[in-house]
């Protein structure tokens, strides 16, 4: 049955990969570097990477990479920090991070902190504890972490720390499971999870378990199985998991 | 988007979406020729208008109307600026439209406004629909603070209009975050109306329950709830909680095990095989600044300043706990003299909270050192104090020499104003009626906890300890899917009571079998078989230096770190889960003796403490690599890394590793090679 299931997921994501002219696919066309991000660790997780061509994906995501170090969403796109981390993982996971040059996309990333310690999207300046998770990240994945002020880093995130132990997108943000597990990551990564008061955080976070047993992002709000990965990912980064129900 | 099922589409909305998405990639395709080739023409304007109608999430379309705006921005017609800025509006009231939660939308309003342009009304009313479409939308309200702050609207105001959404409907969780966030700054700043905390927060306490009464499995009002508890009974300024060695203490060092002793006393401790002797500091919260300006070690025996360390698994400069070791080796001490040493903590500024907040009250504690015999080198061969965990080995202990109950130390601790412990006292009444309704026994457990926390210690007010663990053991059962979180709680409960006081210690006291004397270096605290899934209590504990944990649940040691003084713990028969876990040990520079047997290292794909523990990975370490390679030779490092990580560092003498999925034969010769001084191994000489 375990085998059946794997072999539909896939199908589903190879074939979303080829169909690129459906709408959803337009629609999305912007953020296909995202897209590339997920659907080929999904496939490396399924066991099947070697159905993709390699090449070609690399050769796109080059395509995507601009003067100024940063990777745009797609061809013809303007560069964001959501994607140039999505390109480093994915030629990381292909193992080609060779292929580009490290440290002008660590440049890009550099210019994009604030004297606050935030980060911007792109040179706009719209500020989100998304861009430092993923300023950190992305940069720790290139070993060049210490060319941000990782003290200014993580005193912005802190001061994005609400009244329940969670995180919002700006200082006084309501917390949310996506903004949380970006905080909690990039708190992680930085060693510097004491910041953050785990129990009452462990305990909000499980109480996104609803009666059916799915998990939503914040009170009173629907389930949704994307809610699953950042609130357990959170849970787990700062072991509380166990006060999760396994069911 | 969430909670919607996904459908197979029908052959007619097949052709029609195949349409749309011909449609929208000429659009897209033409938008970014444009883009690339920088033109701003009206034409181009309207295209990209109107892809951004369509897909709101096409963020270089924004970019682009950001440089065209620039582009066409003339210097000396304002006129025409305004409606340049007014037709940007527009395009985005349209595009949230279509999709009110996008992000890139949102923020070109942001950008624009920022140049200086529309009226506050207009953005409050925009406001105002939205708040009316979903009361929920975080970006409406991010967007909410962004305006009320740029054009200075007052937290007062803003806290009012927190009060009408409540109105409208109390569950609305955004509402209630926003206020706690007003609240928060109001406090912060002592405005006019908000200096007096209690009387605020009595108000807020009835303001609450209008929503928590209603339908208690509405969340909105009870994480509020939880959040005014907190505001009532935290202390802002740090505070000492306790020390090792305590105030009025006599200290005996003892060079080798020898000599008389002077019966079971927490007070008047005997450290053997040592010629350090480590002075510990226990704050109520993390803090940083402690060093020799702040705490001022006054003594005959000290001739240079002492370097203060933070207790940090992190490897950060804030902790909890703080540790000095006096080199009494060093000194030129007389033998049997009694030397008084004299700690003054917090005379001077510069002991911090991480909110900024100084130390309390300045303290004082003055404690007596004494050296029996000379410290001398151990014998090579020799083994560690204990070498058995065995019941047999230990034998009750039946009394302390001391006759003060309290075991906590007499630190000076600010009488708390009566208006705490009136505001939880009258909120437990409403609590009291509890049905099976799971959040409203939480609530009293909590209230009960916070109650007892504001009694003074010398009240002889009957505490609810019992009452509180009764209630968790209930929740257990009424939660289910939640009981480890109520089983963590009660164990953090139970070990208060235990370590509250020498009567309820006693019980748990035990002297080790070869001793010879009566003093604490072999007096043993023996915690097993007590269902204890979390460790606690650290700051009544850190007189102990022999500890047995096992046949408990534990799968972590947070804060054991504090502990300075163990050298023998038995942690067998638990959960622990991953050598992460034994992060807190590296800290642990007398432990000699460890037993981990029977654990599940080496069980799990997932590390759940590996953030938590100072490494290369949390970047907080520098990881000997070398040495590493060199001792792990052909073994598999993935598997041995994280052992090596903690145990480089130790110094021990006995350990015990049998009974985990890790402990092959290689792994135990990689650990005899990592621990030099080893000289047995799961209870074989080496």
């Known amino acids: 049955m375990g085998e059946l299931v794997a072999e539909k997921r896939l199908r589903y994501i190879l074939s979303i990969e080829k169909k690129k002219d459906s709408f959803e696919s337009v629609v999305m066309e912007h953020l296909r570097m995202n897209g590339a991000y997920w659907g080929l660790t999904t496939l490396d997780l399924l066991g099947k990477l070697d159905t993709v061509d390699v090449d070609e994906v690399v050769s796109w995501i080059i395509s995507c990479h601009h003067h100024d170090g940063g990777f745009a969403g797609n061809v013809g796109h303007d560069p964001h920090i959501l994607y140039t981390l999505s390109a480093v993982q994915v030629l990381a996971l292909f193992n080609k991070l060779h292929l580009i040059d490290a440290d002008k996309v660590t440049n890009y990333i550099v210019s994009l902190q604030n004297e606050d310690g935030s980060f911007s999207g792109d040179i706009w300046g719209e500020v989100d504890t998304r861009f430092s998770y993923i300023a950190i990240c992305c940069l720790s994945i290139l070993r060049r972490l210490d060319r941000i002020n990782v003290e200014n880093a993580v005193k912005y995130i802190i001061s994005c720390k609400n009244m329940d132990g969670g995180f919002g997108c700006t200082p006084g943000g309501e917390s949310h499971a996506g903004q949380i597990f970006c905080c909690v990551g990039a708190l992680a990564i930085t060693g510097s999870l004491d910041l953050v008061d785990k129990d009452l955080l462990g305990w909000w976070l499980c109480e996104r378990q609803v009666k059916s047993g799915g998990l939503n992002g914040r009170p009173e709000k629907l389930p949704d199985v994307c809610y699953s990965w950042w609130v357990l990912s959170s849970l787990i980064m700062i072991d509380r998991v166990h006060w999760i129900s396994k069911g | ?686």
């Not at chain 2, 990639?25 to 181009?44: C, D, G, P, V, W």
């Not at chain 2, 002793?261 to 095989?273: H, Q, Y």
Request: hydrophobic share 35%; proline share 2%; charged share 20%.
């Open chain 2, 1 to 686: 988007m969430h909670g919607r099922p996904r459908k197979p589409l029908k052959e007619e909305d097949e052709s029609v979406l195949s349409a749309k998405a011909e449609k929208l990639h000429s659009l897209q395709s033409q938008f970014l020729a444009n883009h690339q080739n920088r033109i701003y023409t009206k034409e181009a304007l309207d295209l990209s208008a109107k892809l951004l109608e369509i897909n709101p999430e096409c963020y270089t379309a924004w970019n682009y109307r950001k440089l065209a705006v620039q582009h066409n921005l003339s210097e000396s017609n304002s006129d025409s600026d305004a409606s340049l800025f007014d037709q940007e509006l527009k395009v985005v009231e349209n595009a949230l439209k279509k999709n009110f939660k996008s992000y890139g939308a949102w923020h070109h309003r942001k950008w624009v406004l920022s140049k200086g342009h529309s009226s506050i009304d207009n953005e409050l009313r925009l406001l105002n629909d939205f708040q009316k479409a979903d009361a929920r939308n975080f970006h409406a309200w991010n967007y909410r603070r962004f305006v009320t702050a740029l054009m200075k609207i007052s937290d007062e105001d803003e806290l009012k209009y927190t009060e009408k959404v409540i109105g409208v409907n109390f569950s609305n969780y955004s509402a209630w975050h926003n206020r706690s966030v007003l609240l928060s700054t109001l406090f912060k700043r002592k405005a006019e109306g908000f200096s007096h905390k209690e009387k605020v927060l009595q108000e807020e306490y009835k303001y609450v329950h209008s929503a928590i009464f209603t339908d208690s499995d509405d969340q909105s009002g009870w994480f509020y709830h939880l959040w005014l508890i907190d505001q009532t009974v935290k202390n802002d300024a740090p505070l000492l909680v306790s020390s090792w060695p305590s105030h009025g203490a006599n200290i005996t060092l003892n060079g080798n095990n020898s000599l008389h002793g002077s019966g079971l006393s927490l007070l008047n401790s005997t450290l053997s095989d040592t010629k350090t002797l480590p002075v510990i500091l226990c704050f109520n919260q993390a803090v940083e600044g402690v060093n020799s300006s702040t705490v001022v070690v006054k003594s005959e025996l000290l001739k240079e300043d002492l370097v203060w360390k933070p207790l940090s698994t992190n490897n950060s400069s804030t902790a909890q706990v703080w540790v000095v070791y006096l080199n009494m080796g060093n000194m030129k001490l007389q033998l049997s003299k009694t030397y008084s040493i004299e700690i003054n903590i917090g005379h001077s500024m510069g002991i911090l909270s991480s909110n900024g907040y100084h130390y309390g009250a300045p303290s004082q504690i003055t404690f007596e050192v004494c050296v029996q015999t000379a410290y001398t080198e151990p014998v090579d061969g020799q083994r560690g104090k204990l070498t058995s965990w065995k019941d047999n080995d230990f034998r009750k202990i039946d009394h302390f020499e001391e006759s003060n109950p309290a075991v906590s130390a007499d630190h000076h601790i600010p009488t708390t104003s009566n208006w705490c412990m009136e505001a939880i006292d009258e909120e437990i009444t409403n609590f009291q009626d509890l049905s099976d309704c799971k959040i409203r026994k939480l609530t009293l457990a909590r209230l009960l906890i916070a109650l007892d926390l504001l009694s003074p210690q010398h009240d002889k007010r009957k505490n609810h300890t019992e009452e509180v663990l009764k209630l968790y053991t209930e929740l257990m059962k009424l939660d289910p899917t939640h009981s480890l979180y109520y089983k963590d709680e009660h164990s953090l409960l139970l070990l208060q009571q235990i370590t509250s006081s020498r009567e309820s210690l006693i019980p748990y006291c035990h002297y080790y079998k070869d001793a010879s004397e009566t003093n604490t270096s072999y007096v043993c605290l023996r915690l097993q078989n007590l269902s204890l899934s979390r460790m606690g209590s650290f700051e009544n504990l850190l007189w102990v230096q022999m500890l047995d944990l096992s046949h408990n649940e534990l799968r972590s040691i947070e804060g054991l770190e504090a502990m300075q003084l163990l050298s023998c713990l038995n942690l067998s028969h638990n959960k622990f889960g991953s050598f992460t876990a034994l992060g807190p040990l590296r800290l642990l520079k007398s432990l000699k003796v460890l037993n981990i047997s029977c654990n599940e290292l080496g069980s799990h794909s997932i590390d759940t403490r590996r953030y938590l523990c100072s490494s290369p990975l949390a970047h907080s370490e520098v990881f000997a690599w070398d040495r590493f390679e060199i001792l792990c030779g052909s073994y598999s490092a993935t598997k041995f890394w994280e052992a090596f990580l903690i145990f480089e560092s130790l110094n021990l003498t006995d350990l015990n590793i049998a009974g985990n999925a890790v402990a092959d034969e290689n792994f135990a010769s990689f650990i005899v090679k990592v621990l030099p001084t080893l000289k047995l191994l799961n209870d074989e000489e080496l």
